[in-house]
């Protein structure tokens, strides 16, 4: 066979490969990149309604603001699953090619393709729960006692200011 062809369908096998990446993991990226666009406008936005907006006001302030907010996440997430696609197999094929043998190829496809992959990654939910329990269950007590440390010191801070301030009592929501 010659180069020339060893190089197409070691191409095509790296083509596959990244539509398969870009199946199993295009939705999860697409939340994610969508997630961290949404995050620091609802971050922003929420500390400014809690410093501009009267208290009495908020709660339809906010309502307001999250039919924004979902408007901007819709649009964002449509915009960025119609390049998931595209970007897939310009992104991943290069890396493929570079870093994986033709047979590494075939043998990662023929392990994706199988009934053991299938298997495996069905099972991922349910081990990722089992894993953040254990996780959860082992830390909990010194999250919870370092929060109620953190909680202690920020009130320090925020009552001390506020007396420093003319003493005005610290609204709690």
């Known amino acids: 066979m010659s180069a020339a062809a060893q190089n197409d369908g070691k191409r095509a096998l790296a083509v ?5 990446q870009q199946k199993a993991d295009g939705p999860g990226m697409t939340e994610q990149l969508t997630a961290s666009a949404v995050q620091p406008l609802l971050a922003g936005w ?19 603001l999250d039919v ?8 964002t997430q449509k915009a960025i699953e119609a390049q998931v696609a595209k970007a897939a197999e310009a992104a991943l094929v290069p890396v493929f090619m570079e870093k994986l043998s033709e047979d590494e190829m075939k043998t990662v496809i ?13 099972l991922g939910p349910d081990a990722a729960n089992a894993w953040a329990k254990r996780i ?38």
């Open 46 to 64: 929420s500390q400014r309604l809690d410093e501009a907006v009267p208290p009495a006001k908020q709660k339809e302030v906010r309502e307001k």
């Open 16 to 20: 596959k490969l990244a539509q398969m």
């Open 136 to 173: 959860i269950d082992a830390t909990k007590p010194g999250v919870e006692s370092s929060a109620k440390s953190f909680e202690a010191a920020a009130s320090k801070i925020v009552n001390a200011a506020a007396g420093s301030n003319g003493g005005g009592a610290t609204n709690k929501k």
């Open 68 to 75: 924004e907010l979902k408007k901007f996440a819709e649009s």
């Open 110 to 122: 023929a392990y994706m393709e199988s009934p053991a992959s299938a298997k495996f990654q069905a």
